[in-house]
């Protein structure tokens, strides 16, 4: 059998993993024998150097090796709550260790025996202590082992614990470490010098030094570059025959404007205009930053269509940026007589069906809705453009039903729009077989918005420049991090180990805070929106904003896509910290749009340099792109990506922003295989070629 369909077995397969383990395993994504081996730890505990106990200080995680002074004692605090207690010494010193609700400890650990112990030490004057440390024996030893060495610490979900996942990874590993497929020709990882996959594997889960881990990393890092540099390479930029949409005069169009369109959208506009008409599918990207005026050039786009006689799709990903959506291209549309329905999953059955119909009987030139344009029994005859907005909020299939939705011979042109701006080399690596539009100019008139960060000690002057602001007729949004005030998932699951992480945080929840603004400021009216809300009720929430009914609505980030009301001047963010500079700039977005001066407070507590770097970013910087290429280099792809913004399957090791180096050697050498072997058809190449179809599989043509 090939290795690498054993690899793709199912974990069941794999000799100690039954099928309660299998179903948890699942949980976490991992099904095959592959994705378990490629499970990668999230962290690393370096428990390996044993600390005498004497000079341990308070706070501090750390390894000891002790033993037991007395016979451990198990003491009933109340009900469900019980301790096993003992002391322990070594010879710097003596700690008290305790284990709650662990009572099994009581026989497992003896007076006399020596034992390792990891945790976190508390000091209360020259008494030292330790709460459910991770513990086995002395001579315990072997990857498993969970003191003495670095640990592994994998990403779990609740019910899951680190053991299981180190067992089944041990297990898993044994099971084909001897004939894992060697994805990297021998050429390569000599040119490159780079660990073989079997150290790889290996070191990546159970490192048995640092170094061991950073040659690991290093093989990987390249791996998973080299091989999607291989997977877009052998892509082949669409050629697809496309609906062909007859050029058409767009000064008609820009002549009933309320305003003359910049000349980055102009110049949009014609780039997607020409490919509609070229007879070839069109699929690109318009990238423009916040406040850029993309609607318009869609606008322009379904303008085109309707005139040659075709449907058009545009899909919005929450009902309100889909009703605001409909609002603003009826009024661009209306007066050509361009006829438009709105669809949402809240409408009542009729009104779909009225929809529904209406399409039947090709009465309709544009519908404007969200997911559920989708759904079942939607048909769209002579549907000719699909447009997405804010493209990154929706799921990778949902774009790719979109684009298989129409019943025409020929699939829709799809035309994407995105707010998040990509810094360029990666656009290239993402994007290369997508052709790319860019908005580069904000519309005539708008005063940049004044940013600043301070803490929360500013809170009274922050009230005080609200009830300014509203007093002149302004309005206000306030973004807070989470919904409610709800535990932080907790520690690493370990039994016998509190992880230390999951520092408290005191985050403010959006209802909470409004409650104590409507306190703080009983003259004025304040909402609240989130994501918990039924879509009705936002609905109605960011209505009552745009009326100008509310003075300030307090919600949480469902307000970061392209809802437009012009009249807000402040957009304050408490916890500013939790959110991503991309995030950040978006929210920020939300106001600006009229003729006031308008304002972004970025609230944190947060002095650590990171934080105190994106906010000064953020105050610094108006431009999407300049902060989007911060936002990668200090933070990383993980959140700037999403799980799988852009078809991009999920990275394991490779930060895309920051190995910009090791990308586009990836690059290069996967393009110098491609010339000698396009179809990678040579022995040697055949593990490479499973990879790349099992990463296309991943894509499932998304990326087209
Ligand atoms: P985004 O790119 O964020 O989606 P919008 O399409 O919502 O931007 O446009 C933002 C605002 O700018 C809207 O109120 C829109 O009417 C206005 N606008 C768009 N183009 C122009 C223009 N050329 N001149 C003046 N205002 C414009
Ligand atoms: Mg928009």
């Keep these: 059998m090939n290795t690498s369909d054993s690899l793709r077995g199912d974990i069941r397969r794999i000799k100690g993993i039954g099928e309660k383990r299998a179903q948890a395993l699942n949980k976490l994504g991992v099904f095959s024998l592959f994705d378990l081996i490629s499970y990668f730890p999230r962290r690393y505990e370096d428990r390996s150097t044993v600390r005498p106990v004497g000079l341990l200080s308070d706070g501090e995680a750390a390894t000891i090796c002790v033993i037991c002074g007395d016979e451990p004692r198990l003491s009933r605090i109340r009900r469900g709550l019980d301790l096993v207690r003992f002391r322990a010494y070594d010879d710097s010193g003596e700690i008290t260790i305790t284990y709650f609700n662990q009572p099994y400890v009581r026989n497992q650990i003896h007076r006399g025996g020596s034992y390792r112990f990891y945790g976190r030490v508390e000091v209360h004057g020259s008494r030292r202590s330790m709460v459910n440390p991770a513990c086995e024996p002395e001579e315990a030893s072997g990857p498993l082992s969970v003191t003495g060495r670095i640990v592994p610490v994998y990403g779990l979900r609740s019910g899951l ?19 894992l ?18 150290f790889a594997y290996e070191a990546i889960h159970f490192p048995e030094s640092i170094q061991a881990l950073e040659q690991a ?13 291989c997977a877009l390479g052998s892509r082949q930029r669409s050629t697809q ?10 000064e008609a169009f820009y002549a009933a404007l309320p305003f003359s369109p910049t000349a980055a959208q102009r110049k949009a506009v014609m780039e997607a205009a020409e490919e509609l008409s070229s007879g070839r599918q069109m699929n690109r990207l318009l990238q423009g930053d916040v406040g ?5 050039v869609a606008a322009a786009l379904i303008w085109q269509s309707s005139k040659a006689g075709y449907l058009s799709l545009f899909m919005a990903p929450t009902e309100i940026l889909a009703e605001q959506h409909y609002a603003t291209l009826s009024e661009f549309l209306a007066p050509f007589g361009i006829r438009i329905a709105l669809l949402t999953g809240s409408q009542r059955a009729a009104e779909k069906r009225a929809v529904r119909e209406a399409l039947e009987r090709g009465e309709l030139d544009l519908v404007v809705g969200t997911h559920a344009l989708l759904s079942e029994g939607m048909e769209y005859p002579r549907l000719a453009l699909a447009v997405t907005d804010e493209q990154h909020r929706f799921g990778v299939d949902q774009r790719a039903r979109l684009a298989r939705s129409g019943t025409e011979a020929l699939p829709p042109h799809v035309y994407v729009m995105s707010a998040t701006p990509i810094p360029r080399t990666l656009a290239l690596i993402i994007y290369g077989d997508l052709s790319v539009s860019i908005l580069d100019e904000l519309p005539p008139g708008r005063q940049p918005v004044e940013t600043f960060c301070v803490n929360s000690g500013y809170h009274t002057r922050l009230l005080a420049f609200i009830r300014k602001l509203c007093g002149e007729g302004r309005q206000v949004f306030v973004v807070c991090p989470k919904v409610e005030e709800e535990a932080e998932p907790g520690s ?19 209802v909470e805070y409004a409650q104590k603004l409507r306190g703080e400021l009983p003259e004025l009216r304040i909402d609240c929106l989130h994501g918990r809300m039924k879509p009705a009720e936002k609905g109605t929430a960011m209505q009552k904003m745009l009326s100008g009914e509310t003075d300030v609505l307090v919600a949480t980030t469902v307000i970061e896509v392209g809802v437009d009301i012009p009249n807000a ?7 500013a910290e939790r959110f991503g500079l991309s995030q950040l700039h978006q929210l920020r977005g939300r106001v600006g749009r009229g003729k006031h001066q308008s304002y972004c407070v970025l609230v944190t507590d947060n002095k650590s340099d990171d934080v105190q770097a994106r906010m000064k970013v953020l105050c610094e910087s ?21 799980s799988r913004q852009h078809g991009l399957p999920e990275m394991h090791l490779a930060d895309l922003g920051a190995e910009t180096e090791t990308l586009l050697r990836a690059k290069k050498a996967a393009e110098r295989l491609l010339t000698e072997d396009p179809q990678l058809q040579e022995p040697e190449h055949r593990d490479l070629n499973d990879r790349v179809r099992i990463l296309e599989e991943k894509m499932n043509g998304t990326l087209n």
Excluded: H, W, Y
């Design 241 to 250: 025959d496309g609906i062909r949409i007859p050029a058409a005069d767009f």
């Design 622 to 642: 108006a431009d999407g792109f300049r902060i989007a290429e911060e936002d990668l280099r200090l933070r990383g792809p993980g959140d700037f990506f999403g």
């Design 569 to 575: 001047a402040l957009m304050l963010v408490e916890n």
């Design 161 to 179: 614990q680190q053991k299981l996942v180190r067992q089944s990874v041990r297990q898993g590993l044994d099971s084909c470490l001897s004939s």
């Design 292 to 296: 850029s005026g993309k609607t318009l």
């Design 181 to 198: 497929p060697e994805v990297l020709p021998d050429a390569l990882r000599r040119e490159f010098r780079l660990a073989d996959a079997a």
């Design 492 to 510: 690493d699951g370990e039994p016998g180990f509190q992880a230390a992480d999951g520092a408290e945080q005191n985050l403010l929840s959006a």
């Design 217 to 229: 990393r290093r093989r990987f890092v390249f791996e998973e570059l080299f091989v999607l540099s």
